[in-house]
């Protein structure tokens, strides 16, 4: 994204194919498979326990990150339907969201892999971490198959 990123201020065009990839890529993968896990299961458990102020505060604005990153991709789809539909003010728009979240990503990860994941294990026995993890996978399987069935559900919405 980055790069594509670059090259699109560079050519004064934007790439819709891809940015509707990327797109894709960070709703159901970024935000529905991750952020999901941590928000539907190790934030919900973490939300039973005392936990220190620091981590409270970081809890929240990882919440408040994930929010955020839904609605610059929110207006990062809005600018490219407006792209496509022949808006050519629509760049500057795009530009700006692709790089928000260029910038963002990165930052997010890093704030939650050093800073807090590992930290607030601490919080839990072996056999809560070990169901945590199981609902984990048991969430992955189960979503390959809510991702298609919205497919057909939409396809079906618009026949
Ligand atoms: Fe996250
Ligand atoms: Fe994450």
Redesign the pocket.
């Known amino acids: 994204m980055d790069s594509k990123t670059a090259k699109m201020k560079t050519g004064r065009k934007a790439e819709p194919a891809f940015i509707e990839t990327a797109v894709d890529f960070i709703r159901t993968y970024a935000d529905r498979c ?2 999901g896990k ?1 928000e539907d299961i190790l934030f919900r458990e973490l939300k039973k326990k005392t936990i220190s102020q620091e981590h409270q505060k970081i809890m929240e604005e ?1 919440i408040e ?2 929010r955020n990153a839904r609605k610059v991709t929110g207006k990062l789809v809005e600018a490219n339907q407006r792209y496509v539909a022949g808006d050519s003010k629509a760049l500057e728009d795009i530009l700006q969201c692709m790089q928000t979240l260029v910038d963002f990503y990165p930052r ?1 990860i890093e704030k ?1 892999d050093k800073h807090f994941f590992i930290p607030v294990m601490k919080y839990f026995s072996k056999d809560e971490q070990d169901a945590m993890l199981k609902e984990g996978y048991e969430f992955d399987q189960g979503l390959i198959h809510e991702k298609y069935r919205q497919v057909v559900e939409k396809g079906e919405r618009n026949r």
């Open positions: 991750h952020h941590e990882l990150e994930h997010h939650e």
